[in-house]
């Protein structure tokens, strides 16, 4: 690129075209700029309004509190996370008593025994379950599953329940497991199978001694991800779960332990952190309440939980992941 | 399975029973939740279209009409007979089979609500089979023209309406103002330049069309006087898309059949404007639906009858309309009890209201309509944006290196956090702070555009990575600069899969309610939108609002209704992107 005479122009001198040029690489450069502002106005605007709903009630007191009531009727709001965070609980743990093992054994079947032909077809097939709006499952779960259930399995089971919300979450999130899974299982290289068929190992023994081991870490941050899909889940557990704030009702059981008896969490009525959040921005929203800002506060909790989870994922994936 | 047979040459038995159990068992794994999903899809069908009051003899009337018809126009196409004898085994067995089994069910363990065992037959074994030779039919030379043709007919007229639709919201004069003085001259700018290899006049196109644009927006209250609505549509609607079908004939063919294929439909849809209001159709939707429709078959058919090939698929929209009109009258003349569907063309015609009878879900489907298409546009224009600077801009080292590392790790990030919480972004930046309103399209466009942001980039990003590195050293090789190269070679070369990737996204953000929600989105709006700025709801807000009424005929019908039509939408938004790939895979 020496800038002699006899040498051709290298350099496009003409300052239109590198105007031209500069202008298009500003304009992409500010389209990415909005991801990240996203990140920050969304950090931003919860921070802010979260702020002033802490000078309102102590942060202690909301992470302790055991009565969530942001508009009661005769007064005296409290705002305690603790019914919440059990509500919440109850259904990531349910909903991840199906999504997981079903998630992983679907994995193990399309990476490990389906024929490619099978695999094609259901591989799609599997997305559908991901890309139903959440609000039908919501309305699946509260006009279809619950009366089957009640007519079937518990008849005391009341129309607005954390079981059907629950069943649906976790089917949802099947999907989430199943992908990142199996392209983990798939990762693992043919090798490793090939040497325990050379030992003698089954099938069997290879799917389950050497391939799920090798690709541990992916199935553990496949897992960690959907349950935090599931907790931050909103419809479902909208339509169909109903929007009572509770704690769980404590029996005396025998030898004097407090044991709370999962029908009286699974077949009522109660409330996620998400629902609460929806139920508020059912009312006024112009801003300037505490319970207005209470919503932010809680998206903030949501947000740092889900966040969290996902930094751990990456984590786990990024460190525990076996080189080949 | 290769040590599993191997009990020869002295070694051990080995039990096989174990792995079995385990490939069934992870088998069923991978099926249950379909099979829930399929049941439940199946008993939502039942209740949109009151299935279970369909009388036997109504179900085997239009099975003879419609369905038969068109299994026999598949197998005809596929010509096939092995084919043909599997698909007739699989529904002369599947009838004995479910007839059988249903009935062995209902007596020895109990009875199965609102389905009987035709019904069962219906989807268990007749839907599959369709599908099967609906899918084998349309790789034969006259399925392929038949359902090249249905889909011209069908998605032209989807476009068309979603395009009357945007019209309630988006002032019109302006559009004629700014497609006049703006569009116009930048476009016969450009096609001169281009003819005669001119330079200065393609690179003056879009200045000239910006003024245009702002001088539109200044003259809007400055000019009193405007054309009909009606005339509006043909100048600025018609007769572009029109010469745009015209010019790919005359480029194939003839200048003569190009013109005709122009022509003609532009003729019948100005005719059918005209004419609609008589009909009590509104003659500008009439017009824009005829053209959208009349233009893209009127090039097909050119090619269809070009080629000459599989003529006899072209039959095939007859056959289909035919045994609907056929199955009608029967069940007419012959008093056949029919069934009352919730989901019928009143559904989607009215407005909600207090009586399940009456409750409709035009207002809702127009608000999501102008939702979706502002959202297409913002995160299409985002996401393009940002690939393009991450795949082709930024180097993969250095400090430059690591900017892109954070902003791919954000973006991996800002695709988990939930969607509730975009919802509280857009009610407190957007809705309060910004002052775009509470629940207004505006507010409800940018955030879901945020929400589908990360969706559209990771896709795009697929989709540009994809493109051969050859290409591009090539065009760098001719000495054209990052710009040129991305224009010319990476777009064009990406752009499928970059359509693909957001027209999924965007199914992603219609079914989306939790941030509607948040932004204060009316759950019930009796009227359609008039403006970007005015309350709005959408189809899941509106199938919310329902799922909560009390009574039975909201819950299991007019809910039921809503559903079916909110994924009928989402099936041809995926299947459109499904198509697209699957073009751009065969084509490359």
């Given amino acids: 690129m020496t800038d002699s005479t006899e040498s051709p122009d290298l350099q496009r001198r003409s300052g239109l075209r590198r105007l031209k040029e500069g202008t298009y690489g500003g304009l992409f450069a500010a389209c990415a700029a909005v991801t990240l502002l996203t990140t920050v106005a969304i950090f931003v605007t919860l921070l802010s309004d979260a702020v002033v709903f802490f000078q309102e009630i102590p942060i202690a007191q909301f992470l302790t509190g055991t009565n969530w009531s942001p508009n009661p009727a ?50 799609p097939l599997l997305e559908i379950l991901a890309g139903i709006p959440t609000v039908v499952y919501g309305y699946f779960a509260l006009v279809y599953v619950t009366p089957a259930l009640k007519a079937t399995l518990f008849p005391e089971m009341s129309t607005f329940n954390a079981l059907s919300a629950s069943i649906m979450v976790g089917i949802m999130t099947i999907p989430m497991v199943s992908s990142i899974s199996e392209d983990a299982m798939s990762a693992v290289p043919d090798d490793l199978r090939q040497a325990g068929y050379g030992l003698g190992a089954t099938k069997f023994e290879v799917s389950t001694g050497i391939v799920v081991p090798a690709s541990i870490s992916g199935i553990a941050s496949s897992y960690i991800l959907a349950v935090s899909r599931a907790i931050g889940e909103t419809m479902i557990v909208v339509v169909a779960m109903g929007a009572q704030a509770r704690m769980p009702a404590v029996r005396e059981a025998a030898f004097g332990i407090p044991i709370v008896n999962p029908a009286d969490v699974l077949l009522e009525s109660g409330m996620t952190i998400t629902v609460a959040m929806v139920q508020i921005a059912g009312g006024d929203l112009t801003g300037g309440s505490i319970p207005y800002d209470s919503m932010f506060a809680l998206g903030l909790t949501l947000f740092v939980v889900t966040l969290v989870m996902n930094v751990i994922s990456d984590i786990i994936a990024q460190r525990y992941r076996e080189e080949y | 399975m290769a040590t599993d047979n191997t009990n020869a040459g002295g070694f051990g038995e080995v039990s096989r029973v174990r792995g079995i159990a385990f490939e069934y068992l992870s088998l069923g794994a991978s099926v249950i939740g379909l099979v829930a999903l399929g049941v439940l899809l199946v008993y939502v069908t039942i209740d949109a279209f009151d299935l279970a009051n369909a009388s036997p003899e109504w179900l085997l009337t239009y099975f003879l009409t419609l369905v038969v018809p068109f299994l026999a126009f598949c197998l005809y196409s596929a010509s096939d007979p092995e084919v043909t ?35 069962a037959y219906l989807f268990v074994v007749a839907m599959p089979v369709t599908a099967y030779l609906t899918y084998i039919g349309s790789r034969g030379r006259a399925g392929g023209v038949g359902f090249g043709l249905v889909g011209r007919l069908v998605g032209g007229a989807a476009i068309g309406l979603a395009v009357g639709t945007l019209f309630l919201v988006f002032d019109s004069l302006v559009w004629f103002l700014a497609y006049t003085l703006g569009v116009v001259p930048a476009a ?31 003259l809007r209250g400055v000019i009193v006087t405007y054309p009909s609505d009606l005339i509006i549509y043909v100048w600025t609607l018609a007769i ?47 017009l824009i639906v005829l053209v959208t429709v009349g233009v893209p078959t009127a090039v097909y058919l050119h090619r269809v009858i070009d080629e000459g090939d599989g003529l006899v698929g072209l039959a095939l929209p007859v056959l289909l309309v035919g045994g609907a009109l056929v199955g009608a009258l029967v069940v007419e003349a012959w008093g056949v009890p029919a069934p009352d569907p919730w989901l019928d063309a009143s559904f989607v015609t009215e407005a909600p209201s207090r009586t399940a009878e009456d409750a409709g879900l035009y207002p809702a489907i127009v608000g999501s309509v102008i939702i979706i298409a502002l959202v297409a546009v913002l995160s299409f224009v985002l996401g393009v944006g940002t690939s393009v600077f991450l795949e082709e801009y930024t180097p993969e080292s250095g400090i430059l290196g690591s900017l892109t590392r954070l902003i791919q790790v954000n973006i991996a990030n800002l695709a988990a956090i939930p969607s509730v919480v975009y919802g509280l972004l857009g009610l407190g930046l957007f809705a309060n702070l ?17 929400l589908i942001l990360p969706i559209t980039i990771i896709s795009a990003q697929e989709a540009i990575r994809s493109v051969p590195d050859d290409l591009r050293r090539g065009s760098d090789a001719m000495g054209a600069t990052r710009w040129q190269t991305t224009k010319n070679v990476v777009l064009p070369e990406a752009f499928p899969g970059i359509l693909t990737g957001t027209i999924l996204a965007l199914g992603r953000a219609i079914g989306e309610t939790a941030p509607l929600i948040m932004i204060g989105a009316a759950t019930t709006v009796f009227s359609a939108p008039a403006s970007l ?9 509106q199938i919310y609002a329902w799922a909560n009424f009390p009574q039975a005929e909201f819950r299991y019908g007019v809910v039921a209704a809503g559903v079916i039509t909110l994924l009928i939408i989402l099936i041809g938004m995926n299947g459109t992107a499904i198509l697209l790939r699957n073009r751009a895979e065969r084509g490359s």
């Fill in chain 1, 74 to 123: 005769g007064g005296g709001q409290a705002f305690g996370i603790i019914p919440l965070l059990i509500g919440t609980l109850v259904v990531t743990v349910t909903a991840a008593f199906i999504a997981l093992p079903v998630g992983t054994l679907t994995a193990i079947y399309l990476s490990e025994y389906a024929t490619p032909n099978a695999r094609s077809i259901l591989k």
């Fill in chain 2, 85 to 119: 004898r599997r698909a007739l085994s699989a529904l002369g067995g599947g009838l004995v089979a479910v007839a059988a089994l249903f009935t062995a069910i209902e007596t020895f363990v109990a009875p199965i609500p609102r389905l009987s065992w035709q019904l």
């Fill in chain 2, 188 to 218: 016969a700018l450009y096609a001169y330049g281009r003819r005669r290899s001119v330079n200065w006049a393609m690179t003056a196109a879009v200045p000239v069309g910006l003024v245009g644009l702002v001088a539109a927006v200044f």
């Fill in chain 2, 240 to 286: 572009p898309v029109a010469i745009a079908g015209g010019l790919v004939v005359a480029d194939r063919g003839s200048r003569l059949a190009g013109a005709a294929t122009g022509g003609v439909p532009l003729a019948v849809a100005v005719a059918g404007g005209f004419l609609a209001g008589g009909f009590g159709v509104p003659g500008p939707t009439a």
């Fill in chain 2, 434 to 450: 910004l002052g775009f309103g509470l629940g207004t399209a505006v507010t409800a466009s940018l955030t879901l555009s945020l």
């Fill in chain 2, 533 to 541: 700025f005015s309350r709005f709801s959408a189809m899941p807000m």
